[in-house]
T-cell receptor
Framework: EAQVTQNPRYLITVTGKKLTVTCSQN?????MSWYRQDPGLGLRQIYY???????DKGDVPEGYKVSRKEKRNFPLILESPSPNQTSLYFC????????????FGPGTRLLVL | AQRVTQPEKLLSVFKGAPVELKCNYS??????LFWYVQYSRQRLQLLLR??SRESIKGFTADLNKGETSFHLKKPFAQEEDSAMYYC???????????FGTGTRLLVSP
């Protein structure tokens, strides 16, 4: 089944404790992206990647890192999480670029205490 | 700067009533616009895009460049249409989607 998967789905952590949220797609998509969803703010893009080893900042990249060593994986790294990073995170992928239909993961709900 | 505005946080209608979810945008280039939908406990998915000019689940959206709008319409709402709807604009230069803040549609029996 073609899909985007994220792990973990739920995470509670404490300020400053490094964490990684994984994202994987099995559709051979070149484009992958991370968003955060906050009440009243909608979805905001954190980082995106056009292909392996090609990543770029979205609208709200501060406090996040990403890497794209393989086509299928696009992990989101929070080196030192803070409470303002408490949010619902979505990974998405599309065939080639933002103009293509984006396929979203199920979301990861993160709480930083 | 590109921006997508969805002025209504919540739209509540009765089954069978017409629905219009508003979306306005600002973008200096030629816009590509989308509607994404998120049903309860499901992931976000594409509903329709203006470039394909199709009707999905009875919904249509017309790009009005004069009014910079891309409103989503359905003549007769169904209970299963209850969901969160996001309008999105593609920034072609940076290959990224800019989302509005979303409108929750609630269709009551």
């Amino acid at each position: 089944e073609a899909q985007v998967t994220q792990n973990p789905r739920y995470l509670i952590t404490v300020t400053g404790k490094k964490l990684t949220v994984t994202c994987s797609q099995n559709m051979n998509h070149e484009y992958m992206s991370w968003y955060r969803q906050d009440p009243g703010l909608g979805l905001r893009q954190i980082y995106y990647s056009m292909n392996v080893e090609v990543t770029d900042k979205g609208d709200v990249p501060e406090g996040y890192k990403v890497s794209r060593k393989e086509k299928r994986n696009f992990p989101l790294i929070l080196e030192s999480p803070s409470p303002n990073q408490t949010s619902l995170y979505f990974c998405a992928s599309s065939l080639q670029g933002g103009e293509e239909t984006q396929y979203f993961g199920p979301g990861t709900r993160l709480l930083v205490l | 700067a590109q921006r997508v505005t969805q002025p209504e946080k919540l739209l509540s209608v009765f089954k069978g009533a017409p629905v219009e979810l508003k979306c306005n945008y600002s973008y200096s280039g030629s816009p590509e616009l989308f509607w994404y939908v998120q049903y309860s406990r499901q992931r976000l998915q594409l509903l329709l895009r203006h470039i394909s000019r199709e009707s999905i689940k009875g919904f249509t959206a017309d790009l009005n460049k004069g009014e910079t709008s891309f409103h989503l319409k359905k003549p007769f709402a169904q209970e299963e249409d209850s969901a969160m709807y996001y309008c999105a604009l593609l920034n072609t230069g940076f290959q990224k989607l800019v989302f509005g803040t979303g409108t929750r549609l609630l269709v009551s029996p």
